[in-house]
């Protein structure tokens, strides 16, 4: 069984940054590519981005490019998304979730294992 846990969430103003981390509880954490998703009111979840297993491949949706970089520590178990330059447009829930074939795509119904989300709140 694979558990993600997200925090770093929070309430930012326009043009501010956020760290945000996901925990993953497994011994085989390295098998796992890792995505981040986010789900904003009354739309559907949006891929954000994906690592490796690795680390070595990274993979981002358009809109962030430039202002988000995803990370992970295989040491420690975690990932990371860092954000800069927020902006209103990126209130959401952001989630992580664990892909066990090493998928990195956008699809989420490849990804098998995912957190409770955290809250992202941009002002203007």
């Known amino acids: 069984q694979v558990q993600l846990v997200e925090s770093g969430g929070g309430l930012v103003q326009a043009g501010g940054s956020l760290r945000l981390s996901c925990a993953v509880s497994s011994y085989t954490f390295t098998n796992y590519a890792v995505g981040w998703f986010r789900q904003a009111p009354g739309k559907e979840r949006e891929f954000v981005a994906a690592?490796?297993?690795?680390?070595?491949?990274?993979r981002y949706v358009d809109s962030i490019k430039g202002r988000f970089t995803i990370s992970r520590d295989n040491a420690k178990n975690t990932v990371s998304l860092q954000m800069i330059s927020l902006a209103p447009e990126d209130t959401a829930v952001y989630y992580c979730?664990?892909?066990?074939?090493?998928?990195?795509?956008?699809?989420?119904?490849?990804?098998?294992?995912w957190g409770q989300g955290t809250q992202v709140t941009v002002s203007s």
């Open positions: 690592t490796s297993a690795s680390g070595g491949s990274t």
């Open positions: 979730a664990a892909s066990g074939s090493g998928y990195t795509g956008p699809y989420a119904s490849a990804y098998l294992y």
